[in-house]
């Protein structure tokens, strides 16, 4: 069995109603566009499905971080690309990474940090991750160098573009 890709990837286009009058990529939706890339990406990569867990399982992910640095805007009609990735995961929550890039991936735009919270959803309690999950996060987990905090992170990438 060949290893799961542990950086996903895929591009959008920056949306003329997601931009503020500058014609830059509005700060509140580079998380939404963030979140969509990732949640598309598990789904075309792992055939993992959120919508489909919580329906059959009453179990999913509620957001109690985020981290977010604006670096570069995100432009009206630009093609972005954004690559994310999980690097961390306890028994009850996820850390992950996405890196919003111009299409060429020489601009770093965005960096942010999301930690999500597995809850089960009929109690809205925290919940702990089911063993078939763990296994999985370990297939996918790409942690970074040990102790790198965010703003570590942010100045490594930047020095990339």
Same mark, same amino acid.
């Given at each position: ?11 959008? !286009? ?7 009058? =500058?014609? *830059?990529?509005? &700060?509140? +939706? ?6 969509? $890339? ?9 055939? =993992?499905?959120?919508? +489909? ?9 509620? #957001? ?27 028994? #009850?929550?996820?850390? =992950? ?17 999301? +930690?999500?919270? *597995? ?16 296994? =999985?996060?370990?297939?996918?987990? &790409?942690?970074?160098?040990? $102790? ?6 942010? !100045?490594?990438? +930047?020095?990339?573009?």
């Amino acid at each position: 069995m060949n290893p799961l890709k542990k950086t996903l990837a895929s591009k959008m !286009k920056v949306r003329f109603h997601d931009c503020d009058p =500058f014609n *830059h990529l509005n &700060n509140s +939706r580079y998380i939404d566009y963030m979140l969509t $890339a990732r949640g598309d990406q598990l789904l075309e990569n792992y055939d =993992f499905d959120i919508y +489909r867990i919580a329906r059959e399982q009453s179990v999913g992910w509620v #957001s109690a971080q985020t981290q977010i640095s604006y670096l570069s805007p995100a432009l009206l009609a630009e093609e972005i690309l954004i690559q994310t990735q999980l690097i961390a995961y306890s028994g #009850s929550s996820l850390l =992950f990474e996405a890196v919003m890039w111009n299409s060429g991936q020489t601009v770093v735009k965005s960096v942010l940090w999301g +930690r999500l919270v *597995h809850v089960h959803l009929q109690t809205q309690k925290s919940h702990q991750h089911s063993e078939p999950l763990l296994q =999985f996060f370990e297939q996918v987990v &790409n942690p970074l160098a040990p $102790a790198m905090g965010f703003e570590e992170r942010v !100045k490594t990438l +930047r020095k990339t573009s």
